[in-house]
C-alpha cells in the first residue's frame, strides 16, 4: 500500500480504512497502520499533522462494519435485526466518515491543508 498511485495520503486514507474494516475496531486499525506504515510515510515526505488528521478521520469509517462489535452490540441492545437496521448505520457511521476522509485526502493533495 505505500505504492499506490496518488502518493503518501492516499496511502495513507487506503491502509488505515483497509485496517479498521479487517479488525472491526477504529482504535485497532489505526495502531496497526501507523506502526507498519508511519516511518515509510514520513520518510516519503508527509507532513505529520495532516497525516494524523487523515488516518484518524479514516479510523471511524470501516469501524463499523457489520462485524464490528460495537454495531452489533448496539443492534442488540435495541432489540433490532441488523438487516433490517444497517442501512441508516451504513450511512451514518461508515459512507459519510469515508467520504470526508476522502475529502481530506483531496483538499491536502491541492495544497489547502
Same mark, same amino acid.
Given at each position: =500500500?505505500?505504492?499506490? &498511485?496518488?502518493? !503518501?495520503?492516499? +496511502?495513507? $486514507?487506503?491502509?488505515?480504512? @483497509? ?7 477504529? +482504535? ?5 497502520? *501507523?506502526?507498519? /506504515?508511519? +516511518?515509510? $510515510?514520513?520518510?516519503?515526505? %508527509?507532513? &505529520? %499533522? !495532516? =497525516?494524523?488528521?487523515?488516518? @484518524?478521520? +479514516? @479510523?471511524?469509517?470501516?469501524?463499523? *462494519? ?6 452489533t452490540t448496539s ?13 441508516? @448505520?451504513? !450511512?451514518?457511521?461508515? *459512507?459519510? &466518515?469515508?467520504? %470526508?476522509? =476522502?475529502?481530506?485526502? !483531496? =483538499?491536502? /493533495? /491541492?495544497?489547502?491543508?
Open positions: =500500500l505505500i505504492n499506490v &498511485p496518488g502518493g !503518501v495520503y492516499v +496511502s495513507a $486514507w487506503l491502509t488505515t480504512n @483497509a485496517m479498521c474494516g479487517i479488525t472491526g475496531s477504529g +482504535s485497532g486499525g489505526e495502531v496497526i497502520a *501507523l506502526n507498519s /506504515m508511519a +516511518s515509510k $510515510w514520513l520518510a516519503a515526505g %508527509a507532513n &505529520p %499533522a !495532516v =497525516l494524523a488528521r487523515i488516518v @484518524a478521520i +479514516s @479510523a471511524v469509517g470501516f469501524d463499523s *462494519l457489520p462485524h464490528c462489535g460495537g454495531t443492534f442488540g441492545l435495541c432489540n433490532e435485526k441488523v438487516g433490517d437496521g444497517y442501512i441508516h @448505520a451504513f !450511512v451514518s457511521s461508515v *459512507l459519510i &466518515p469515508f467520504v %470526508a476522509s =476522502l475529502f481530506c485526502v !483531496v =483538499l491536502t /493533495m /491541492m495544497g489547502i491543508c
